[in-house]
């Protein structure tokens, strides 16, 4: 690498999602702190130099190893809608669905690592459902924490909705407790097999 010299350039308007293994880890944990329209200046140590520099991923320039500064700029951000958020239960329920894939498919790679990112989907399916089940229906709806800010009036699951919602929480449960389960965490496992 010559001084000064850019050697990987990414600036498509491509969307880049966070949490996906796509880019280097030290890249995903500066990007979580940036705000929209900002820049940064990374130094990358060795230790963390190793994957791809691009949301291209394994197709685009990796690094196996190695240290760099890089310079970020965020362009835009765009967050997934909240619990209670979604206009419909049938938006809720197919973002839940989305979540469960994408889920299965980090769960399928058997990796420390991707147990812990199917656990987060699994998680955010569970709680956009949770946020559409009626109060005191048979698989409870929103847990409140004692200091937990309340959930954003969002739609509320008919009683001709409720079953299909009931059917993806507890697949997305069941899911759940199996990622907790290969991280050897057996009372959360538990927890989600008797919610």
């Not at 240290?67 to 938006?91: M, Y």
Request: proline letters at 6%; aromatic letters at 4%; a negative charge.
């Amino acid at each position: 690498f010559k001084t000064a010299e850019s050697v990987a350039s990414w600036t498509s308007d491509s969307e880049f999602v966070l949490d996906e293994a796509s880019v280097l880890v030290a890249f995903e944990l500066a990007l979580k702190d940036m705000e929209e329209g900002s820049r940064a200046c990374l130094r990358v140590a060795e230790e963390w130099g190793c994957g791809p520099l691009t949301p291209n991923g394994l197709s685009g320039p990796c690094l196996q190893g190695a240290a760099i500064w890089a310079e970020l700029t965020l362009h835009q951000v765009r967050n997934e809608l909240a619990p209670g958020e979604h206009s419909t239960v049938d938006d809720a329920i197919e973002f839940a669905l989305a979540k469960k894939e994408q889920g299965n498919r980090a769960l399928a790679n058997k990796t420390g690592a991707d147990d812990s990112r199917a656990l987060r989907r699994y998680e955010a399916g569970i709680h956009v459902l949770e946020a559409v089940l009626p109060q005191g229906s048979a698989v409870g709806g929103p847990k409140a924490a004692p200091k937990q800010l309340p959930l954003p009036a969002g739609p509320l699951a008919s009683e001709a909705e409720l079953p299909r919602v009931e059917e993806v929480l507890a697949a997305l449960r069941l899911n759940a407790a199996q990622g907790e389960l290969r991280r050897q965490r057996w009372k959360s496992a538990v927890s989600l097999c008797d919610a």
